[in-house]
């Protein structure tokens, strides 16, 4: 099964906007993906409670986990996603 390990890059860390726009596009990945930090379970990333519950903070390293045709290109994505400080991108659209 592919994975992909990724420092959450967000000054929020995985809060509010951030959250909602890595679970946005998690849902819309042609595979069922999952997140979990360090050894605990993995959760749903379509999932915005369970993606909140994580608590991962800005430099945070999490697991994302596919399978499934198409599961490396959905974790790139989401992993690059999740790498970018998506708060910072926010104020600078304003």
Do not use: Y
Not at 31 to 52: E, F, H, N, Q, Y
Request: glycine share 8%; charged share 25%.
């Amino acid at each position: 099964m592919p994975t992909r390990t990724v420092a959450v890059g967000s000054a929020s860390g995985l809060h509010a906007r951030p959250a909602k726009l890595f679970v946005e596009a998690a849902a819309a990945a042609p595979v069922k993906v999952t997140i979990r930090v360090g050894d605990r379970k993995a959760v749903p990333a379509k999932s915005m409670l369970s993606v909140l519950a994580l608590g991962a903070k800005q430099g945070t390293e999490v697991i994302l986990e596919a399978d499934g045709d198409g599961a490396d290109e959905a974790l790139d994505g989401l992993a690059a996603l999740l790498a970018r400080d998506l708060d910072a991108e926010e104020t600078s659209d304003v």
